[in-house]
Every structure is written in structure tokens, then in C-alpha cells.
């Protein structure tokens, strides 16, 4: 426990020792406001966060990979990795460090856009309920990409590509579950695939939850697949310290 907390802690405080986090926050609280409020919010009269969960989905996959791609690639690149491994921290307590670490700065980020929440219960009554259950999908779909490009960035030594194959990845979970995308694969593949696409896809689990319909399907979902992208960065990395 130990040596997951000094791994967690140093990884924590790299994210506030340099400008990364300052900047990340602010473009991730300037695109979550600017697309909740540019389609007349006001004019519609209805109190409600819809519209913000509604664009989490596309924002994180392009914003969670920016913080996951420097987790293993930064400390390959640099050579540091093999003095990490020197230390007495086992890859386990050293993947699930770097991963709550950062799970836990993307917590912070969503939990600044509290101003949202003020104004929507200032101009009207909303069911707090639905907005409780909105913010833990997305605690769980941003720990399902955050996985993912944790995995990645341990299979590549540059940032750039680590970045560009879980925003390809973390897109094509996304989007399957699109109606369009649905309605398009539909139209050759029979109804059971087409049923499967749809279950793998993030944006099916998280409108079910955002909802308020808390399934042990959905929440099983976001865990199962963090643990699995996590498995297979330990494994990764576990066979190249092996050489």
C-alpha cells in the first residue's frame, strides 16, 4: 500500500508541478460550458443538464487521452521507467498508482463544472436525482477511456501516437452506439451483431445510467472494462521489463 501511495502521490502531483493540468482544465471548462450554453439553453426553459452529458461523450475522447498518453510513454521516452521498476513497487502497484492518480484529475475537472449545476438550479427546479446519476456515468466512462489510453501509452514510446490511437479506439466505442451508426451496420449485418455492437459501446451504458437507470449492466460494464484495459497495461509492461 505503501508504495501505490508514493506512486499515486508523485503521479498527482507531476499533473500540478507543470502547466498540463492548468491548461487541460481550463480547455475542458471552456468547451463543456461553450457547448451546453451556445444552442439557446435559456430560450429552451428546461432545467436541466441534458445537454451537458449529452456532448461529455465526444469531449472525452479527445480530452482523457491528452492526459492519458504521458502516464507510461513520458517515463519511456525519458528512461525513466527502468529506474521506476528498480524501486521496490511491483508493476500492479505502479499501473493502478498512475491510473487512480489520474482517474482522480479527471474527477477534479468534472467536479469544477459545479457552476453548471448552480445555474441550472437557479433558473428552475431540476430532479437532482438525474444529475447525481449524470456525473457518475461520466466518473465511469472518463475511467473506461482513461484505461484505454493508459494502455496504449504503455505500448508506445511517443505521446503523439499513444494520443492518436486511443482517440481512434475510444471514437469507435463512442460511435457504435450511435443511431445513425446503428442504423447503418443494420442494413447488412444481421440483428444479434448489430444487438453486441450496440452493447460495446460506451455511449449505450452512459445514456442508460445518465437516465437515471442505475442497471448492474451498465455499471458492470465501466468496471469490467477498466479492469481489462489496466490487466493488459500490466501485462505489457510486464513483458518488456521482462527482456
Not at 87 to 95: E, S
Not at 103 to 120: C, D, E, G, N
Not at 180 to 201: C, H, K, R
Not at 213 to 230: E, M, P, Q
Request: neutral net charge; contains cysteine.
Amino acid at each position: 500500500m505503501n508504495s501505490f501511495l508514493a506512486v499515486f502521490k508523485r503521479e498527482l502531483k507531476s499533473y500540478f508541478t507543470t502547466p498540463l493540468a492548468y491548461v487541460f482544465l481550463v480547455i475542458f471548462l471552456f468547451f463543456s460550458g461553450y457547448l451546453t450554453f451556445k444552442e439557446s439553453f435559456f430560450e429552451m426553459r428546461q432545467a436541466d443538464m441534458r445537454t451537458f452529458f449529452m456532448n461529455l461523450p465526444l469531449l472525452f475522447v479527445f480530452m482523457v487521452p491528452s492526459t492519458a498518453m504521458r502516464l507510461w510513454a513520458e517515463e519511456r521516452k525519458g528512461g525513466t521507467i527502468e529506474l521506476l521498476f528498480t524501486l521496490p513497487v511491483t508493476i500492479t502497484q505502479a499501473v493502478l498508482g498512475k491510473f487512480f492518480a489520474a482517474w482522480l484529475f479527471l474527477t477534479i475537472a468534472l467536479a469544477l463544472t459545479f457552476p453548471m449545476v448552480i445555474t441550472v438550479c437557479y433558473i428552475g427546479n431540476p430532479d437532482i436525482g438525474l444529475i447525481i446519476t449524470g456525473y457518475l456515468g461520466s466518473f465511469l466512462m472518463a475511467g473506461g477511456i482513461l484505461a484505454i489510453g493508459c494502455f496504449f501509452s504503455a505500448i508506445s514510446k511517443n505521446q503523439v501516437i499513444s494520443f492518436v490511437l486511443s482517440v481512434v479506439a475510444c471514437a469507435i466505442l463512442v460511435f457504435a452506439g450511435m443511431p445513425t451508426t446503428l442504423n447503418y451496420v443494420s442494413t447488412f449485418l444481421p440483428d444479434g451483431l448489430v444487438s453486441a455492437i450496440e452493447g460495446m459501446s460506451f455511449q449505450t451504458h452512459f445514456e442508460s445510467i445518465q437516465r437515471g437507470v442505475l442497471n448492474f449492466t451498465d455499471i458492470s460494464y465501466f468496471l469490467l472494462l477498466i479492469i481489462g484495459w489496466i490487466a493488459a497495461c500490466g501485462i505489457v509492461l510486464d513483458e518488456r521489463k521482462a527482456r
